[in-house]
């Protein structure tokens, strides 16, 4: 599991995809396929923004015999809930409840 920092989180959530993927994973966890159906991305670029959002510590990945299944990091659910789905970085406030799907 990735550690949650700030700085990365701005650089992960500068992307609307990755916003969208962030709020779609607060309500259920899935696998690249779901989530990009769901969002109507290509699983290429699911992968792909599911992977920043992995290495900012975010996302992570859970395997389940052949599938990776994808859930919002326990650090950073964790943070989300202390503070009513709010992300404060000081320079710019990210609520996870406005933002579009």
């Known amino acids: 599991m990735s550690e949650f920092h700030c700085i990365d989180a701005i650089r992960a959530l500068g992307e609307e995809s990755r916003l969208r993927l962030l709020k779609l994973l607060l309500r259920r966890e899935g696998t690249v396929s779901e989530l990009a159906t769901e969002l109507s991305l290509t699983t290429y670029n699911a992968s792909k923004h599911l992977r ?9 990945c859970e395997k389940r015999g052949q599938l990776r299944v994808y859930q919002i990091a326990g650090e950073f659910r964790n943070h989300l809930d202390k503070n ?14 406005e933002l579009p799907v």
């Open 52 to 60: 920043i959002l992995r290495e900012a510590g975010l996302v992570d």
């Open 84 to 97: 009513d789905n709010v992300l404060d970085l000081g320079c710019c406030l990210f609520r996870f409840d």
